[in-house]
């Protein structure tokens, strides 16, 4: 087994038998409040959740997170999530593609994603440090054609790939490798962290560099330090074991990531991190962002039968209609503008970054 199939299949195993949320960090979402109303002018079968998302419409404000791929249990889950995707029409990424690229025996690990969902919107994936290393638009191509992708998501995971042994960080070069990218790329493209949050500094960075979106994956959610923390202590890697356990809860929370993101940029935005309700959609679509997405929460129903999976998913677009519901709003353009009371540490983040918060509550002394 390659070493990139080898560390596929264990974070696979990883996240499936220990506790790899958050320990500490919570994701914020706990200080934000809607408003409810008691007595809202229309039905809760009116509530409508449809939307366009880069030019194709979706049923729900919901995407299926990156997980896997690279391995025989990848492919089957990677069938399960997509028959989910194509069946209830809501977006879905696959794992990187990293392991297709270094062996095209691997590729069908991911092309039972658009076998599976010939008409959901689907986001091919490639790490930013391997373009620092040598990817060019030819591995690009070979990505986005392998699933058809609608759109690619370049990941930033520089805390994986640090506490990760033999991770993979020289990031010298990366804004520029990428800057020059981007105009040859057919599909839009999204930048993408993986647990640690986008803060408002480096999501202008990635608008200037042509990015057309950004997923937050705030902290506070599943912590791949703690992935690697827990993967390098069975391996024997102490040092590292050490290094994710000390950084388990490092980066910035997914609520202020979210306001940063949308405060400083006009891109496309995908809230991820700790989603784990309809609330928390809600919560992050009246924050600002377009999209939610969700990944743990679905891993083990996806190594069981899609109909796990959609079962999960119909729950998150019940509870994101009762919310809506309750807030008074028809549909996801009524949402967003829906006031909201943000209160706690991410009130004491986002004063303490400079932003205006004087319509989202109390003024603070």
Known sequence: MSETKQRKSSHIQTCIENNVQAKGTTTGFEDIYLIHQALPDFSLEDVN?????FDKPLSAPIMIEAMTGGTEEAAFINAQL?????SINI???VGSQRAAIENSDLTYTYEVARENAPNAFLLANLGVSQFVKDYSIIEVKKAINMIKADALAIHLNPLQEAVQPNGDTLFSGA???ISDLIPKVDVPVIAKETGAGISAETAKKLEKA????????GAGGTSFAGVEALRAKDSLYYYHAE???VFWDWGIPTAPSIFEVKHSTNLTLIASGGIRSGIDIAKAIVLGAQVAGVALPLLKPAMKSSKFVN????DLIGQLKTAMFLTGARDLSELKNKPMVITGKTREWLLSRGFNLNKYGRRSN
């Not at 959740?49 to 998302?53: A, G, K, L, N």
């Not at 042509?210 to 994956?217: A, E, L, T």
């Not at 079962?311 to 119909?314: L, W």
Request: charged residues 25%.
């Open 175 to 177: 804004y520029n490798k």
């Open 243 to 245: 290094l994710g356990n």
């Open 91 to 93: 977006a879905m990424g």
């Open 49 to 53: 959740i449809s939307m366009i998302f």
């Open 311 to 314: 079962e999960c998913v119909r």
């Open 210 to 217: 042509g990015f057309k979106g950004i997923d937050v994956g």
């Open 82 to 86: 997509a028959k989910t995707a194509e």
